[in-house]
């Protein structure tokens, strides 16, 4: 049975590590100096353990439930594997952007990856007002590398096949199209919003135009088998290092086990929406210049998609009727897909389960107008989104938005 496996512990971790050869070299299993449960996702165990030489090794398992909910809500722990196999294939096309993984041990649904205690979750930095460049943009190229090389440009017709087969993933893709792009329109008993804000939540639920684009959106989602996405791209899945306290020496993309075969534009808009939400905690909390900065992220992450998907263009396997001008439709097509996706991400992080700290841990007083915002942003992002506006006046947009909804 998939849910009879042992968890690990601080008992027995130690035991884990030194019964299998490949930690000989990565870890003295016997030495160890350090012990951390950082599992503060929604999902998964994540374990840090430091040898007496500074060594540092992470395992992470996935348990037989959503941990957020407890164990009412099973949930396949066979996504570990998406995870790992996820990793390493789009650390062929993306090396530095994604953790190393050591192993994986498909009984006890165990990854072992590299230690990234030198990094900080963007999330984090954000919360506290910290302002990293140098991350926006590589994540934008991380979407391109890994979708163009999983694409059937990067792979011809076959293996593309293959791989859609291969990294189908119905438990978290049902997630994703219950929490995402259902129970925010429609109520099913895991959706919250402070009182104040419940008008809100009624007027994205009643938005009929809104929730037509969600249909387009949640149809595409479960149809177009573009590339091996991501599938959660938010702030707390990019882990980043900064010495110099101003731009990123390292951006990694972690925790991919809602990877599938998806639309191209869905990670790009799980990024924007997540710098919005960034933007109205600036906002509530009176830093107009974070605010500013938060907004002209989504710029940084889609020139560096565009400029990187371009650059890998020519080296697509087939180029007889994949020409220029398909290009060119699709990157229009994805920029709008990006926009949708966006704005569908926004409104989920407000009104349903699973939030985000940005807006949780701000004050009631102040939170209202921030939720109030962002769901205002949403709603416009999605419907507008073939309006083929500048990346300014979008940013422009939603800061008026922010400013005029913002309480005290
Ligand atoms: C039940 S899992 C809730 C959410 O956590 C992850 O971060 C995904 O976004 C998922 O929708
Ligand atoms: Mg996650």
């Known amino acids: 049975m998939a849910d009879q496996y042992e968890f690990l512990t601080k008992d027995n971790i130690s035991n884990y590590l030194s019964s299998k050869q490949v930690f000989a070299n990565l870890i003295d299993a016997n030495n160890l100096v350090e012990f951390k449960e950082v599992g503060d996702g929604n999902l998964n165990l994540v374990f840090i353990m430091k040898d007496s030489s500074g060594k540092g090794i992470v395992l992470k398992q996935a348990l037989p439930y959503v941990r957020l909910v407890g164990p009412d809500w099973p949930m396949t722990p066979s996504r570990a594997r998406i995870e790992a196999e996820t990793t390493i294939i789009h650390s062929k096309f993306a090396k530095d952007l994604v953790p190393e993984i050591y192993d994986y041990d498909p009984d006890r649904f165990i990854i072992a990856m ?16 910290l302002r990293f460049d140098g991350v926006a943009g590589p994540l934008g190229k991380y979407v391109a590398k890994t979708a163009f090389g999983t694409s059937i440009f990067g792979l011809g017709q076959e293996n593309h096949k293959l791989e859609v087969s291969r990294a189908i993933n119905p438990g978290l893709c049902l997630i994703t199209e219950d929490l995402v792009f259902t129970e925010p329109y429609f109520e099913s008993g895991r959706n919250s919003v402070l009182p104040s804000n419940e008008k809100d939540a009624q007027d994205l639920a009643n938005d009929k135009e809104m929730v037509n684009e969600i249909g387009l959106l949640k149809y595409k989602f479960m149809t ?40 191209i534009g869905f990670d790009l808009g799980a990024l924007v929406a997540n710098y919005t939400i960034a933007a109205a905690r600036a906002c ?32 697509r396997v087939d180029k007889r009727v994949f020409t220029d001008q398909l290009l060119e439709e699709l990157i229009k097509t994805w920029r709008a897909d990006t926009l949708g996706y966006a704005g569908a991400k926004m409104a989920r992080r407000i009104v349903g389960l699973a939030k985000t700290s940005d807006i949780e841990t701000l004050e009631p007083n102040v939170r209202e107008g921030a939720a109030r915002a962002v769901l205002q942003v949403a709603r416009k992002t999605t419907k507008e989104r073939n309006q083929a506006k500048s990346w300014a006046n979008l940013a422009k947009e939603a800061a008026e938005i922010m400013q005029k909804t913002a309480t005290k």
């Open 224 to 263: 177009a088998a573009e590339s091996l996405i991501h599938g959660d791209l938010h702030t707390g899945s990019a882990m980043i290092k900064c010495e110099d306290k101003k731009v990123a020496v390292s951006v990694k993309a972690i925790d991919s086990e809602f990877s599938f075969y998806g639309p």
């Open 114 to 129: 590299e230690d990234l205690s030198d990094h900080v979750v963007w999330r984090g930095a954000l919360n506290l007002g």
């Open 284 to 315: 509530a909390l009176g830093n107009l210049d974070q605010m500013h900065w938060a907004l002209s992220l989504p710029e940084q992450t889609w020139v560096e998609f565009e400029k990187e998907f371009r650059n890998l263009w020519p080296s």
